[in-house]
């Protein structure tokens, strides 16, 4: 019965240092939760700053990105050869510009650059594909002109030729070629010569529309010509 009780009071002596360790070990588990849940939410709290900052930071180089492109699409000729889409794209550039400075205006901690941020993607993205295609035209233009100048200039020596032999081959005054024939025939030349002007300022259309004109004028004065020689002739 003695060791019986021994053993008992052993027990109970190891039960009471477990249960004080376990309290212990609580009570310090306890003691550190509040301190990892302030870390926590310290944590949480700097990501939301950091993410507020973020969005309340001006976009400097996003806007000169989206400023480059639409300079570019006008240096390439966009205004003129996609007029609607370059004054769309500008305006969007605008819409831009006014979201920052409306931003600006409020509190650091209250902007939110979101929106143009969005718009000046958009207007970058844009200005790419504007590039590409004013780029396409003009190539197309040119290509159009220079054909169109050939025709002309072919057109331009007919005349010359015809008006020249018309004034070797008749000795009646009345049969002559008229000076204003002949100075509309000089004038072709000059307009030929701003033809080539257009065309190596990259003015493309405006090289089309002139040569095209001359065309038109060279085939009027031939067929001017043609009419007097049968009129006056034998």
Partial sequence: HIGVQMRSKAMSVRDKANHTLA???????????PVRRTRWLACVALTMLWFTVACAKAPHEEQQAAEKAVQQARNIGAPTYLPEQFNALEAKLESAKEEISAQYKLSE???????????????RAEGERIIAEA????????????????????????VREL???AEKTTESPLEKVPD?????AGELNRTLAEVETA????????AKNKAKAVLEKSQKLQSEVQHRAQKHGP
């Fill in 109 to 123: 901690f209250r902007r939110d650059y979101n929106r143009a941020n969005s718009l000046l993607a958009e207007t």
């Fill in 163 to 165: 008006v020249e032999r």
């Fill in 199 to 206: 065309i190596e300022a990259d003015n493309h259309l405006a």
């Fill in 23 to 33: 309290a212990d070990r609580g009570e310090r588990l306890s003691v550190r939760d």
């Fill in 180 to 184: 204003e024939l002949k100075a509309e």
């Fill in 135 to 158: 780029q396409k035209r003009k190539e197309d233009a040119k290509a159009a002109a220079l054909q169109e100048r050939e025709h002309a200039e072919e057109a331009v020596h007919e």
